[in-house]
């Protein structure tokens, strides 16, 4: 690989990880919030929620995200959203953000399932303990039951999150100029068929390394105040 290689291309690769990051900023906050709401629709003693919610799951868990991705931008692609200049790429958000919601809703299933884990792992002394003080049971469960469950998923939150690092890559198939695509690009461009892709596999390395490595940090700062 080059000096004169990465002196010239890195500007696609640097603006391609902050789309990437975009990206994987949304989805974790979209789909966390999403999953814990289906998650809790799938512990709901309303049976039709239950069985939305299991039907959701079950139909992005048993899809591969790559075809989901395909129908979403087939039926969302077509809204009228503008472009935007980031860096020395040209996004447009009519790919971007189609690409955004598949990604999130697919992140989704797999949080809710993940959630559903976590609360039915919170002994149901809590629970009861909660409602003998008088606590109402959306408080039970916003301020008894979550906050401990959160402690219990951490570790397969923290997987979660660094798959969706790596899966926003599929993302260059409906056009989405991130970090995957700047590789693709640059690989076409200058007919090097290795270093650019050695490259970006430096990139996602690096940026999923830091990201388990908060995560742990974070998972032992809660336990510590947990512990006391």
Same mark, same amino acid.
């Given at each position: 690989?080059?000096?004169?290689?990465?002196?010239k291309f890195l500007p696609y690769f640097n603006d391609g990880l902050l789309v990437t990051?975009?990206?994987?900023?949304?989805?974790? #906050?979209?789909?966390?919030?999403?999953?814990?709401?289906?998650?809790?629709?799938?512990?709901?003693?309303?049976?039709?929620?239950?069985?939305?919610?299991?039907i959701?799951?079950?139909?992005?868990?048993g899809t591969p995200m790559l075809v989901q991705i395909m129908i979403g931008f087939q039926i969302l692609g077509k809204m009228p959203l503008p472009e935007f200049q980031l860096g020395i790429l040209?996004?447009?958000?009519?790919? #971007?953000?189609?690409?955004i919601i598949v990604l999130s809703m697919n992140s989704g299933a797999y949080v809710a399932e993940i959630v559903r884990g976590g609360i039915n792992a919170v002994p149901k002394g809590q629970t009861e303990a909660a409602f003998s003080l008088g606590i109402r049971p959306h408080q039970t469960m916003l301020k008894?039951?979550?906050?401990?469950?959160?402690?219990?998923?951490?570790?397969?939150?923290?997987?979660?999150?660094?798959?969706?690092?790596?899966?926003?890559? #599929?993302?260059?198939?409906?056009?989405?100029?991130?970090?995957y695509n700047g590789a693709q690009t640059t690989s076409s461009t200058t007919y090097q068929s290795l270093?650019?892709? #050695?490259?970006?596999?430096?990139?996602?390395?690096?940026?999923?390394?830091?990201?388990?490595?908060?995560?742990?940090?974070?998972?032992?700062?809660?336990?510590?105040?947990?512990?006391?």
């Amino acid at each position: 690989m080059s000096f004169n290689f990465i002196n010239k291309f890195l500007p696609y690769f640097n603006d391609g990880l902050l789309v990437t990051l975009m990206i994987s900023a949304f989805v974790v #906050l979209i789909g966390t919030v999403l999953g814990t709401l289906i998650a809790l629709a799938k512990l709901s003693k309303v049976r039709f929620l239950r069985w939305l919610a299991n039907i959701y799951v079950e139909v992005f868990r048993g899809t591969p995200m790559l075809v989901q991705i395909m129908i979403g931008f087939q039926i969302l692609g077509k809204m009228p959203l503008p472009e935007f200049q980031l860096g020395i790429l040209t996004e447009d958000l009519s790919r #971007l953000v189609p690409g955004i919601i598949v990604l999130s809703m697919n992140s989704g299933a797999y949080v809710a399932e993940i959630v559903r884990g976590g609360i039915n792992a919170v002994p149901k002394g809590q629970t009861e303990a909660a409602f003998s003080l008088g606590i109402r049971p959306h408080q039970t469960m916003l301020k008894v039951i979550l906050p401990q469950a959160i402690r219990n998923i951490l570790p397969a939150l923290g997987n979660e999150f660094v798959t969706i690092i790596k899966d926003s890559s #599929l993302l260059a198939t409906i056009g989405v100029m991130e970090l995957y695509n700047g590789a693709q690009t640059t690989s076409s461009t200058t007919y090097q068929s290795l270093s650019p892709w #050695l490259l970006v596999a430096v990139y996602y390395f690096v940026v999923t390394f830091i990201t388990s490595r908060l995560i742990n940090l974070l998972e032992k700062k809660l336990g510590k105040g947990y512990a006391k």
